[in-house]
C-alpha cells in the first residue's frame, strides 16, 4: 500500500487493537509499513510487531506495559471502549476515559517531538462544550487515583449515562490537553467523534437503546459506517501530514451533526427519541 500519509517505518501503539475500530486500525498502519505495538484485554491476532495484554482499570498493569513499551513512540491510537450497560457505571469510566489518559500521559515521555495522539471519543459526547466546567475537573485531576476518586464522588454526573460522560470527558481532556502538550512537548492530541459503526460493540447498544431505536436512528449517509471508515480519519489524525492540526475534534458521523446543527434532522430525531 502506498505510504502517502507518512507512517512507514514509525513506532505506533494502538489500544483495543482486538476488534472493531482498533483492529481496523492496526491492520491499516501494518499495511502501511508501521512498527505495530498493539493492547488489548483480548488476544490480537495481527502480525504486530508486540502485543501486550491490558486491563485498563487496572492502574498498576498501565504503568507496568507502558514501561515495557521501547521508545520512541511516533503516534498512540487509543480506541479501547466500553458501550455503558450491562457494564458498570465504573468499568466505563476506567476504560473509556481514566485507564487511557493514564496509558497515554505515562507513553508522552518516550513520544518526539512532532508526534501525535489520536483517541476515540463519539458523536455520543456531543453537548460537552456546555458542561465543560465540571469536565474541566475531570479532566484537571492528576493520575489515575484522583480522577477515579472524582468519579466516585460525582455519580450524578455520570449515572444518567456513563458512555456518553465519558466521551464528554475525552473531548474536554482533547481541547484542554492539547495546549500544554504541543507547547511543552510538540505533541499533537486529537479526537475522533464516530457516528453508528458496525463493530462488535453495536449488539450492546441495540440492547439498551433497542435495535429498532438503533435502525432508526437519522443517518444522513443512509447506514453505519463500517470499522474501516473510522480507522483512516484516526490515521489521518495521527498523520505527519497533518502537522498544524491539535485540540481538534473530528466529527465522522455520515452528515448527523451538520444536519442537526441546521434544524434539519431535530424533528426526526426528537421523534425517535419520545
Known sequence: MDDVLGFSGRNVVVTGAASGMGAATAQILIELGAEVTAIDIKPVELPVKDHFHLDLRDATAIDEVAASITGPVDAVFSCAGL??????DEDVMLVNFIGPRQLIESLVPKMPPGSAIAVIASM???GWQQQLPILLELARCDGFAATKAWCDDHPDAISASSYAFSKQAINAWVAWRSYGLITEKGIRLNCL???PTS???MPFFEQSMGKDFMDKFPKPIGRNSTAEEQAWPMIFLNSPRL???TGEALHVDGGFLAAMTTGQLEAAFLALSQ
Open 83 to 88: 458501550p455503558g450497560p450491562p457494564f458498570t
Open 124 to 126: 455520543g459526547g456531543m
Open 193 to 195: 467523534n464516530p457516528g
Open 199 to 201: 463493530t462488535p460493540m
Open 243 to 245: 502537522s498544524y492540526l
